[in-house]
């Protein structure tokens, strides 16, 4: 059983940055490949980035690539997703979520993650 609490998000001005963490309890955290997803008012939960459970490849959804980073410390069963030069269409709840296998591959489906955070709202204005 993996449990994920986020934490990181707020209200920032277009064009700002914000770091998301989102800490794992129990003992299969480093062995899970991680996601990060958003949902809009009135939009699909979809995906943003992923990392293995090494953290040695990575994936970004196109409208985030070069501007989002995302990583993991295992040692202290965190992920994380970077955020920068935010833009209005970032505004989303932002999501963490373990993935259903052990040291599996990248997944990008909402089906592919058992075990999902509650969820912290990320408010970009412009």
């Known amino acids: 059983q993996v449990q994920l609490v986020e934490s990181g998000g707020g209200l920032v001005q277009a064009g700002d940055s914000l770091r998301l963490s989102c800490t794992a309890s129990g003992r299969t955290f480093s062995s899970r490949a991680m996601g990060w997803f958003r949902q809009a008012p009135g939009k699909e939960r979809v995906i943003v980035a992923a990392?293995?459970?090494?953290?040695?490849?990575?994936y970004y959804v196109d409208s985030v690539k070069g501007r989002f980073t995302i990583s993991r410390d295992n040692a202290k069963n965190t992920v994380y997703l970077q955020m920068n030069s935010l833009k209005p269409e970032d505004t989303a709840v932002y999501y963490c979520?373990?993935?259903?296998?052990?040291?599996?591959?990248?997944?990008?489906?909402?089906?592919?993650?058992?075990?999902w955070g509650q969820g912290t709202q990320v408010t970009v204005s412009s």
């Open positions: 979520a373990a993935d259903s296998r052990l040291f599996g591959n990248l997944r990008y489906g909402l089906h592919d993650y058992d075990y």
């Open positions: 990392i293995t459970w090494s953290g040695g490849r990575t």
